[in-house]
């Protein structure tokens, strides 16, 4: 128990996000690579977010706890819990949600085999501390290329007190949060959890969310010392998918701050969830190894009117395992580390069904070959006819290897690989499908069924040396493969594509210092990607997926933090990223166009953010943060650029006295209209996301 203590209570900030206190910084460990290690003894680029920064932020989206990290962009088109998240450009192939990227809660993964992530099910206010390891290599990550996000949430065996948190703010904002603890003798320990959250988003049309969430922990510590944990969480959630807009539509909302009558076809998207999750962990130190078995299994169910299709699934079950130990032993040190597993994962999906919308508007427009009916708008998601069924079923296993030692005392080498076998079986009947050309339904393919499989690497080698008692540099050399989802092959087959997985190799050297006063990270890396899949469009207007040769990616990073003194703070992030497709022929109605040299959409050449925090011996508190995005290309031929936004600021005042505490959270304080996300197809269409205008809530908190 010892071990897992002291983990939770030493977590640290770095890179990006420091204690506001001064610290000693050097005692205090990490998880990035399986075993306690100084951060500043990590041979790679992380971040972590710690609880104080949660709290005083009132963090209840993943979003808003790491979108002020360097190399990381994180945004919410929806204004909910389930962003879109990139990593060093990884994951920018999502139209939503996450991919290449491995999510994991107190080292159990919650991302599925095909590497997908839904972030509805995970109660942010049951999490105590955030890491983000970036780029590829990972021993934590299994078929992932942009890096692991860690959620360490409150362990039922930390002692802490009962505490009650509501708030209330603009657009019906409402939140509560329960926690309740109890030990029942030196050796139980139960802890239980419960979240509920609504927000009508009522400046624009079809956004309403709201969620509710229960978590119930417990644990035990044997005679021997070894510990067992277990959590069981159900959640249910709710989100309206607000429509995109056209480039005029994005000119009257910056006018007016509200989005209304937009001219997208699909105006009724939504994800509408419920999940079930259950995991449980064993630990127990045997002499000089420590055996850590794992076991976790998630049921959950959707209904999700997409474009086109409305999904409705409500039997799919994840499979999973992770069997691990650690070896302490004395080569060249006293303090070197084996670490070896074996992990299995499987996600099964029965009789998904997918439906035409039932109710919608049409026009008639004139073609060559005559009136031609089209949908014009969704009226609403009720469900029509039923266009299709799919069973799939997607397996993962692969084992892993790290060891770290200190062949000097001021160099530490970490050695990893990892080598997974991932299976897609997959098999449907497509009745109906919606022809993007046509703009209307039209007869399916029929009865289909695909079966691939990938080899899947991943290896790095790392050297950290410190200069300083208080300063280390480290380099890295890191590569992984990234297969396509099950989507993904579906839709390059139907075209005649065969994707093949993608391969990333980064090489990194940074920088690290901790100090009393204060602290900087500074990361430089080249990341080669081979085959990376990207969104294209066929002929027909279809949304595909497609290698894309190779890019290149170069980038720096550097975030500090310094303490003025024990009441005031000031923070800095930067990245700078210059992302380019070496070699890339896209499809444009059928005709191959080279985008050689090109930049990659969506990614700020700058990004940077700048904080300052203050906290008085008396209660008071404060926090002043901003984020500015640069300009990026919308497109893929890098036909025109969006100007980003600049200086989008967020306010916190608070108050502390004993058990009880009030803050007044304020977002986009300035109340700017610009857009989160602009892209533009290869017809020339552009569209636009809203972010959200200003908000504030008011949160009242009492321990007991």
């Not at 209570?9 to 990490?30: C, H, R, W």
């Not at 949908?375 to 290897?401: C, F, P, R, V």
């Not at 290309?633 to 100007?643: F, L, T, V």
């Amino acid at each position: 128990m010892k071990t897992r203590l002291s983990l939770i209570t030493s977590i640290i900030l770095a890179t990006s996000s420091f204690s506001n206190e001064v610290v000693e910084l050097e005692k205090m460990s990490v998880t990035a690579t399986k075993v306690q290690t100084a951060s500043k003894d990590v041979s790679q680029s992380i971040a972590i977010v710690d609880e104080k920064e949660i709290a005083d932020k009132n963090i209840l989206n993943i979003q808003e706890a790491i979108d002020h990290i360097p190399g990381v962009q994180a945004e919410s088109s929806s204004n909910s819990q389930s962003p879109r998240l990139i990593i060093r450009g990884a994951g920018l192939k999502a139209r939503y949600g996450v991919r290449e990227i491995m999510v994991m809660k107190d080292g159990v993964p919650m991302t599925d085999p095909d590497s997908f992530t839904r972030f509805d099910y995970i109660d942010m206010q049951d999490v105590e501390a955030i890491e983000v390891q970036k780029g590829p290599g990972s021993i934590n990550a299994s078929n992932t290329t942009g890096g692991v996000i860690q959620l360490i949430t409150k362990s039922v065996f930390k002692e802490d007190k009962n505490s009650i948190k509501v708030g209330a703010g603009n657009d019906n904002q409402r939140n509560l949060n329960l926690k309740l603890r109890n030990a029942f003798d030196d050796s139980n320990f139960m802890s239980f959890s419960f979240s509920s959250r609504k927000n009508d988003n009522s400046w624009r049309e079809n956004n309403e969310f709201d969620s509710t969430q229960g978590s119930l922990k417990y644990g035990h510590i044997f005679s021997d010392d070894s510990t067992f944990e277990t959590e069981l969480s159900y959640t249910e959630s709710n989100v309206n998918l607000p429509a995109s807009m056209t480039l005029d539509e994005f000119e009257e909302f910056k006018a007016s701050g509200t989005q209304e009558d937009t001219s997208s076809q699909w105006q009724h998207s939504a994800r509408d969830s419920k999940i079930l999750s259950l995991n449980a962990k064993y630990e127990k130190e045997v002499g000089n190894i420590t055996y850590k078995p794992r076991f976790y299994f998630n049921k959950w169910e959707h209904f999700h009117p997409v474009t086109g299709m409305i999904n409705d699934s409500d039997d799919n079950k994840v499979f999973g395992t992770d069997l691990e130990l650690n070896f302490k032993h004395s080569l060249f040190s006293n303090d070197a580390m084996l670490v070896a597993g074996v992990t299995a994962k499987r996600d099964i999906t029965k009789d998904s069904k997918k439906y035409t919308y039932e109710d919608y508007s049409t026009k008639t427009e004139m073609s060559w070959m005559g009136p031609v009916s089209t949908i014009e708008q969704t009226l609403s998601n009720d469900k029509g006819n039923l266009a299709g069924t799919e069973n799939s079923d997607t397996k993962l296993y692969g084992i892993y290897l790290m060891e770290r030692f200190r062949p000097i005392e001021d160099l530490s080498i970490d050695i990893s690989a990892r080598v997974d076998k991932l299976k897609f079986d997959i098999d449907g009947n497509e009745l109906i499908k919606y022809d993007y050309s046509k703009e209307n339904y039209d007869t399916g393919k029929g009865e289909y069924s695909l079966q691939k499989d990938f080899t899947l690497t991943s290896a790095k080698l790392g050297l950290n040396y410190s200069l300083t008692d208080n300063t280390n540099i480290y380099t890295s050399v890191a590569k992984a493969n990234q297969a396509p989802t099950g989507s993904e092959l579906q839709s390059a087959d139907d075209d005649g594509i065969d994707l093949e997985k993608t391969n990333s190799i980064n090489y990194e050297i940074g920088l690290k210092s901790r100090t009393k006063t204060y602290a900087y990270d500074m990361a430089l890396y080249q990341n080669n990607v081979e085959d990376e899949i990207i969104q294209v469009k066929n002929a027909n207007g279809d949304t595909i997926y497609s290698n894309a040769g190779e890019t290149k990616k170069i980038g720096f990073e550097v975030s500090g933090i310094y303490n003025i003194n024990k009441y005031i703070s000031f923070g800095a992030n930067y990245a700078y990223s210059k992302f380019k497709f070496k070699t890339f022929e896209e499809q444009v109605r059928g005709v191959s166009e080279t985008r050689d040299g090109n930049v990659l959409p969506y990614i700020p050449k700058h990004q940077y953010s700048l904080f300052t925090t203050l906290n008085l011996d008396n209660g008071l508190k404060a926090r002043l943060s901003t984020k500015t995005w640069g300009s990026y290309y919308m497109d893929n031929a890098n036909s025109e650029k969006y100007e980003g936004y600049k200086f989008v600021t967020d306010l916190m005042l608070g108050y502390e006295k004993k058990d009880h505490s009030i803050q007044l959270n304020i977002k986009n304080l300035t109340n700017k209209y610009y857009a989160m996300e602009a892209s533009k197809d290869v017809y020339g269409n552009e569209t636009y996301k809203a972010a959200a205008p200003r908000s504030f809530m008011i949160t009242y908190a009492y321990k007991f």
